[in-house]
């Protein structure tokens, strides 16, 4: 990587903080003193009501309200509320949102419901990066599916790939790995114009950047709550269904939650009205507590300011990776332009999974995909400048004393 105009200095980065419209969010977070967290990507860090609001639904709520609280505390409409949260994050009306069960459960719903409203057509269309659990639940639903094929194309070749024997366009808005924005108006415009529906997997999108589905037109969409999203290990993920297919879909995993009266215990099956018939089970109470404690986090923030920020802690990051570790061998496993990567810098280096790790003991974190990317994270609310700075000095000495050559650091742990 090569020396990028600005030389930077420290002043530099403490007017940035200075100016920062979102400075004051990072308030709402526990981020540990002297951790430099850019895995926000991965699991949004811990806001700091989120204890307290799990404590309050534990002791109070179920130790005391007990199975009352279902319609007292209103459990029983909280994935219906913390959709409505997501809403305004992802450009959709609030009734067409609803948090539930993982992304990749919701992935399955949501492109099965879509084949099934288009019979007779063979094909879902993916891209050959997309994220593993994305292809692995549609090689799933290829072999539960008879006469329906799962197509692989690479980024550059979905527009010509969609045809009229296409049932279903299934994308990431974000690549995982990479950072790659897909143009969603576009392909949706051309799925569409081909009588296909499209699936737009939101989990590197949503709480990172604005988008906005009902103005690309998109159909259908999923996506992660515990990533920038701030939900928890394994929050519960959410869905949406475009206002004009609701009353149209029909839900593949037709649990009792979706239907259209629970609590008459009927012997037969009947979708409820509206964004309602996607649920299954029963809601994780708990889970959704704290995704709602995380999208507080939101409340009054405007996407567009957080985009801006998110760009320039990348470029602010590339510069001086450029600055201090131009000698190291990196080279940029994402777009340059701001404007062509999501919320997230992606370095390639050979020895990428070692570094990491030093990286990682001195409590910077980011993290590793194989076979050789070293992930960064830029999450505007948590986030300073001052924080860039300082991940990429110490990633600057960790590469001069040669840290990573340490053995200890090429164990694999089962998560990276
Ligand atoms: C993180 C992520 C998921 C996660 O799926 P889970 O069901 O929560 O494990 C799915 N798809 C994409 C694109 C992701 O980035």
């Known amino acids: 990587?090569?020396?990028?105009?600005?030389?930077?200095?420290?002043?530099?980065?403490?007017?940035?903080?200075?100016?920062?419209?979102?400075?004051?969010?990072?308030?709402?977070?526990?981020?540990?003193?002297?951790?430099?967290?850019?895995?926000?990507?991965?699991?949004?860090?811990?806001?700091?009501?989120?204890?307290?609001?799990?404590?309050?639904?534990?002791?109070?709520?179920?130790?005391?309200?007990?199975?009352?609280?279902?319609?007292?505390?209103?459990?029983?409409?909280?994935?219906?509320?913390?959709?409505?949260?997501?809403?305004?994050?992802?450009?959709?009306?609030?009734?067409?949102?609803?948090?539930?069960?993982?992304?990749?459960v919701n992935l399955f719903k949501m492109v099965a419901a879509a084949c099934a409203m288009r019979p007779g057509r063979r094909k879902i269309i993916t891209e050959t990066g997309n994220f593993p659990t994305d292809l692995y639940v549609m090689q799933g639903l290829e072999s539960l599916l008879d006469g329906v094929d799962l197509v692989r194309v690479g980024a550059d070749d979905i527009f010509e790939a969609l045809d009229e024997d296409t049932a279903v366009l299934s994308l990431t808005h974000v690549n995982y790995r990479d950072g790659t924005i897909h143009d969603m108006a576009a392909l949706t415009k051309r799925a569409q114009a081909m009588g296909a529906l499209t699936v737009w997997d939101l989990s590197h999108t949503a709480g990172a950047m604005p988008v906005d589905l009902n103005d690309a037109g998109a159909d259908f969409a999923v996506g992660c709550g515990y990533k920038y999203l701030n939900g928890g290990p394994g929050a519960p993920a959410f869905l949406f269904v475009a206002d004009r297919h609701q009353e149209e879909i029909d839900?593949?995993?037709?649990?009792?939650?979706?239907?259209?009266?629970?609590?008459?215990?009927?012997?037969?099956?009947?979708?409820?009205?509206?964004?309602?018939?996607?649920?299954?089970?029963?809601?994780?109470?708990?889970?959704?507590?704290?995704?709602?404690a995380g999208l507080e986090t939101f409340s009054g923030v405007d996407m567009d300011a957080i985009r801006v920020k998110s760009m320039a802690l990348g470029d602010l990051f590339i510069d001086l990776v450029e600055q201090m570790c131009g000698d190291h061998n990196f080279?940029?496993?994402?777009?340059?332009?701001?404007?062509?990567?999501?919320?997230?810098?992606?370095?390639?280096?050979?020895?990428?999974?070692?570094?990491?790790?030093?990286?990682?003991?001195?409590?910077?974190?980011?993290?590793?995909?194989?076979?050789?990317?070293?992930?960064?994270?830029?999450?505007?609310?948590?986030?300073?400048?001052?924080?860039?700075?300082?991940?990429?000095?110490?990633?600057?000495e960790i590469m001069d004393g040669a840290v990573w050559r340490d053995p200890a650091f090429s164990e694999r742990a089962a998560v990276t």
């Open 331 to 396: 080279t940029l496993a994402c777009g340059r332009d701001c404007e062509k990567r999501g919320s997230q810098v992606s370095l390639h280096h050979a020895d990428g999974y070692a570094i990491m790790q030093a990286l990682i003991a001195r409590g910077i974190i980011g993290d590793f995909r194989a076979p050789d990317v070293m992930r960064f994270g830029m999450t505007p609310l948590y986030l300073r400048y001052r924080d860039i700075w300082d991940a990429v000095s110490g990633m600057a």
């Open 251 to 292: 839900p593949p995993l037709s649990g009792w939650m979706g239907h259209a009266r629970p609590f008459d215990f009927a012997a037969e099956y009947e979708p409820a009205e509206g964004i309602a018939r996607n649920l299954c089970g029963t809601p994780a109470i708990l889970g959704l507590a704290a995704l709602e």
């Open 1 to 104: 990587m090569t020396n990028s105009a600005t030389h930077w200095t420290l002043d530099h980065i403490r007017e940035m903080d200075a100016r920062d419209p979102l400075a004051d969010r990072r308030d709402l977070f526990a981020v540990p003193e002297n951790i430099f967290y850019l895995d926000g990507n991965s699991l949004g860090a811990l806001p700091r009501a989120t204890p307290g609001r799990i404590a309050e639904v534990i002791e109070k709520e179920w130790g005391e309200g007990l199975i009352r609280s279902w319609n007292q505390a209103d459990w029983i409409n909280l994935p219906a509320r913390v959709g409505a949260m997501i809403a305004p994050l992802i450009g959709a009306e609030t009734w067409e949102v609803v948090a539930a069960d993982s992304t990749s």
